[in-house]
């Protein structure tokens, strides 16, 4: 099978709420040597993607979209024991969705990429008010913040976060990606110079590899 077929085989069992089937295609593809990214961009990524487009074009409904996204979270959870780093570099991350922003899967893809380089990972996941993600900011003291934003109108809350932020933490290096800041990265990275925009789980293999983190 190539990778076109893969990926709609995937997408069939996650729609179809066949959870085995599309955890099988994820452990072929891993046996098969696919690097995480890879499976997670071209695969699950992909999947979720055109999933967006059937409920849009109103050809599935908001439950398939919940089915598909369970599955999906169950799978990324079962590869634990492949992302998991033996060599840990003494670096923590924070990786959280922005306030009220309930999308969550491809900040857990960014938290397992940070896994796999040695951080020390807390994930947040979905929906982190402002005033609690600042309290666990003061305990854990991370070398890194990971922000996500899927929806545009969330775009708000990231700026106030990174205001807030700044205020307490003027070095801590802050990183944001999501489908929400796509058009309108370049406005917002002119105009929060020391955020970084990154578009997907390439970008930031290339930033973990480039950047040295104090
Ligand atoms: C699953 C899903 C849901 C699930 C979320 C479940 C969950 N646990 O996350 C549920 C059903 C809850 C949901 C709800 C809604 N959704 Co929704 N959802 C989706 C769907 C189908 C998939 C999202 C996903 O996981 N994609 C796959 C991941 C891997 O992709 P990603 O998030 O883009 O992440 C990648 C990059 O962006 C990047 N990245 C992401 N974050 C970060 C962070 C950093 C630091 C870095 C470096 C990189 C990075 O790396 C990832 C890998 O490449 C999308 C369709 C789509 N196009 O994505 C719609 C979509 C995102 N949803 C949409 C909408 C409108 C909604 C609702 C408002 C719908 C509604 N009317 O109720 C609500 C949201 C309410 C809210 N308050 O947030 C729209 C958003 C449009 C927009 N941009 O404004 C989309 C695009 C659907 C569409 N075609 O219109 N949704």
Partial sequence: MDYSNYQKTFLSAILSGDRNSGSAIIAELSDRGWSVEDIYEKIIRDSLYKVGDLWESGQISVSSEHLASAIVESILNEQYSRIISQIKINKTVVAASVENEIHQIGLKMVADIFEMSGFNVHYLGANNPLEDLINFIDT??????????????????LELLIEEIRKKYPDLIIIAGGQGLKDQYREFTIKYPNVMYLQ???????????????
Avoid at 141 to 147: E, G, R, T, W
Avoid at 200 to 214: M, P, R, V
């Fill in 140 to 157: 854990v003291k991370p070398n890194i913040l990971a922000v996500s934003v899927s929806i545009n109108y969330h775009i708000k809350s």
């Fill in 200 to 214: 997907d789980l390439y970008a930031l293999e290339d930033f973990l590899g480039k950047t040295q983190i104090s």
